[in-house]
């Protein structure tokens, strides 16, 4: 069982930028790969990007290619999502995933097994 808790969310002007953090309360920390993922009202769940176990690999969905970067720092058992240039569409619930991966950065949410609770961002345009 992995335990993720995000936070960084808040409200920030169109134009702006946040970081977003999730800590896993795991000691296999660095057997998982990592993901983000949003849901804006009425909307599905959707893949933001993912990162592989040792960081050196990621993937972005084509929206936010550019103006978003994951990272992770294993030592802190961490992955961040600073998110810059932010549109009014990137409004969501954006949701930390963890998946045993020791290659592959999946981009699809039923693969991966652990979530957190979620924090909200908002863009006012």
């Known amino acids: 069982q992995v335990q993720l808790v995000e936070s960084g969310g808040g409200l920030v002007q169109a134009g702006g930028s946040l970081r977003l953090s999730c800590v896993a309360a795991t000691n296999t920390f660095t057997t998982y790969a990592m993901g983000w993922f949003r849901q804006a009202p009425g909307k599905e769940r959707e893949f933001v990007t993912a990162?592989?176990?040792?960081?050196?690999?990621?993937k972005y969905a084509d929206s936010v290619k550019g103006r978003f970067t994951i990272s992770r720092d294993n030592a802190k058992k961490t992955v961040y999502l600073q998110m810059n240039s932010l549109k009014s569409e990137d409004t969501a619930v954006y949701y930390c995933?963890?998946?045993?991966?020791?290659?592959?950065?999946?981009?699809?949410?039923?693969?991966?097994?652990?979530w957190g609770q979620g924090t909200q961002v908002t863009v006012s345009s």
């Open positions: 995933a963890a998946v045993p991966a020791r290659v592959a950065v999946p981009v699809s949410a039923n693969v991966y097994n652990y």
């Open positions: 990162v592989s176990w040792n960081g050196g690999s990621t």
